[in-house]
């Protein structure tokens, strides 16, 4: 009888330390106050008090990238993917007031591609780097028969804190003005509905993109979603945030409530942001109303801010060379409306 092994099993165990050298030096760049150690140990050590924390409570989020991974996967485009991983975890947590510090990563696969995989975890290196959180760890598994050959999946774990006392929401009131940030794209929900419209639309991701000339419609849609960190920080630490919603799978009618006390809701003026073409290609091409669109989508707006003091959140927003439209206001109805909506085109 031959004998068996792990690698006749499937599983390369040579190809996963090949793997975690080649990232070590991409890990080692997102080091930050207060990370301890490097990749390699049973667990990842972080000091608090290093960071600069005195009273801390500590906020922890988790999250993928849902089926975008599909667009990855079958236009080879894996740079920026881990950027989109990285954001789906930290704009969650700096919603709730508190800093990025650290990030750990789970990648499986059927067979790992170390140079595919090595690719992917660079990305998720920049997103931590730019959104200041060290990636102190994660997980590679290499499970033969669970996925098609080539796929993966992605999921990302972000741990925050912020001193006891300084969470968000807090003191939102009736007449807070709503200042929305533009998204770069569809970011990382909807994406069973875009694959959906361009295949009834019979486009390849090769093919020109209908709303980015230049680019193929892959490249376009894998543009990776924004870090609202250091926006969102700044404004928290001045004082002048009051609530702050991530805008992801729901859009606005479905996050802004979140944040929003009992009682509260928010008027909105959908002609005050310019509306990215992608999303007037996907209501046109896919027939979606905009209702839809707007449930589904985040339609231009990647984070919503409410603010107690405009013109001061504006001027600091302008300081750190960030865009922003003022969208809407609190009110005491008690639910999210439009004033008007945005225009999807004909």
């Known amino acids: 009888m031959v004998s068996a092994s792990y690698r006749d099993a499937g599983v390369d165990i040579e190809a996963g330390d090949a793997l975690i050298e080649m990232i070590k030096p991409a890990a080692a760049s ?14 990842a050590l972080f000091d608090l008090k290093a960071a600069g924390l005195r009273d801390p409570v500590l906020v922890s989020c988790t999250d993928g990238v849902g089926t975008k991974l599909m667009v990855a996967i079958e236009t080879g485009l894996h740079d920026q993917v881990g950027i989109d ?78 001193e006891r006392g300084h969470l968000l929401p807090q003191r939102v009131s009736p007449g807070d003005i709503v200042l929305g940030l533009p998204s770069s794209g569809v970011h990382s929900n909807g994406f069973s509905l875009v694959r959906n419209v361009a295949r009834r639309a019979g486009l390849g991701w090769d093919a020109p993109c209908p709303f980015a000339p230049g680019l193929t419609l892959g490249a376009a849609l894998m543009a990776p979603t924004r870090l609202y960190v250091h926006a969102t920080l700044a404004l928290h630490r001045a004082g002048l945030l009051n609530a702050a919603a991530h805008i992801t799978g729901g859009g606005l009618p479905g996050n802004l409530p979140r944040v929003l006390p009992e009682g509260l809701g928010a008027v909105l003026d959908g002609d005050a942001w310019a509306l990215p073409p992608v999303f007037g290609w996907l209501a046109r091409t896919g027939d979606i109303a905009p209702t839809e669109m707007l449930r589904v989508f985040n339609c231009g707006i990647g984070m919503a801010l409410v603010v107690n003091n405009v013109a001061s959140a504006t001027a600091l927003l302008s300081e750190l060379g960030e865009d922003f439209a003022v969208i809407g206001r609190i009110e005491t109805t008690g639910s999210l409306r439009f004033a008007s909506l945005p225009d999807f085109g004909a």
């Open 30 to 43: 997102t080091l930050r106050a207060g990370a301890v150690g490097g990749l390699g140990g049973f667990g």
């Open 85 to 162: 991983l990285v954001a789906m975890c930290v704009n969650d947590l700096v919603v709730q007031g508190a800093e990025p510090l650290f990030f750990l990563d789970y990648f499986a696969t059927g067979k790992l591609d170390p140079w595919s995989a090595a690719r992917v975890v660079r990305g998720i290196a920049e997103g931590c780097r730019l959104s200041g959180c060290a990636l102190v760890g994660g997980e590679t598994a290499e499970m033969p028969g669970m996925y098609n050959h080539g796929h993966y999946d992605l999921a990302g774990f972000a741990v925050g804190a912020a």
